[in-house]
């Protein structure tokens, strides 16, 4: 028997899971929680085999908890079942230590599927998660230096070029260089779509 527990912020939601799950002859659902900070203690206490974890819930979210559980025991696994598929999501849960990932949306058989995958040991990645996670290892990642970094910050505020340089006690054409070098690894031409841009790939 796989023992499970369920983790989700939604009673109605909830219920459903576990309804799903109880169905099945070879999952025995041993506790639910409601919040972040419940399925850490519930799992550390209880010790399931698996986690079957939302990301959004009160006070600590599914990542938080997820790494948490990691952390704090051995051998369960954190299966994240969530409507949230963005690229951070993602990441920060897998970072985290999930071992799966999938959506609300799938088949039933495919949540089922996935949850005996990850006890098998398994990774369980929804195709367009995959997909998703695919493209991300394609496209090479940014980083930014410190300083390109600090002047990107205060370009955001509103700063000009010469209060800028006046803040940062250097010279305007230094605040240049790094805005170029900055420009060149975001692939922007612009002071607006560089501090944008740099907020979607989580920089600043």
């Given amino acids: 028997m796989i023992r499970i527990l369920v983790a989700?912020?939604?009673?109605?939601?909830?219920?459903?899971?576990?309804?799903?799950?109880?169905a099945a002859d070879d999952i025995e659902v041993i506790?639910?929680?409601?919040?972040?900070?419940e399925a850490v203690e519930l799992a550390l206490s209880l010790k399931p085999d698996l986690v079957l974890m939302d990301l959004r819930m009160p006070g600590i979210d599914g990542d938080?908890?997820?790494?948490?559980?990691?952390?704090?025991?051995?051998?369960?696994?954190?299966l994240v079942l969530t409507t949230y598929e963005s690229d951070a999501s993602i990441l920060t849960a897998i970072e985290a230590g999930a071992s799966g990932y999938l959506l609300k949306a799938a088949p039933q058989e495919e949540i089922l599927a996935g949850i005996r995958s990850v006890a098998r040991g398994e990774v369980a990645l929804a195709p367009a998660i995959a997909a998703?996670?695919?493209?991300?290892?394609?496209?090479?990642?940014?980083?930014?230096?410190?300083?390109?970094?600090?002047?990107?910050?205060?370009?955001?505020?509103?700063?000009?070029?010469p209060e800028i340089a006046a803040r940062l006690f250097v010279g305007e054409a230094t605040v240049k260089t790094h805005l170029l070098h900055a420009f060149e690894k975001l692939e922007v031409s612009d002071r607006t779509?560089?501090?944008?841009?740099?907020?979607?790939?989580?920089?600043?």
Wanted: a positive charge; hydrophobic letters at 45%.
């Fill in 31 to 37: 506790g639910q929680a409601a919040t972040g900070l």
């Fill in 64 to 78: 938080e908890a997820t790494a948490r559980i990691v952390k704090g025991s051995t051998g369960i696994r954190i």
């Fill in 132 to 161: 998703l996670l695919v493209q991300r290892m394609k496209t090479p990642a940014v980083t930014l230096t410190a300083r390109e970094t600090e002047v990107l910050k205060l370009v955001a505020q509103g700063l000009s070029n």
């Fill in 8 to 22: 989700d912020d939604h009673p109605i939601v909830r219920g459903g899971i576990v309804a799903l799950l109880d």
């Fill in 193 to 204: 779509r560089a501090v944008t841009k740099a907020m979607e790939l989580g920089l600043l």
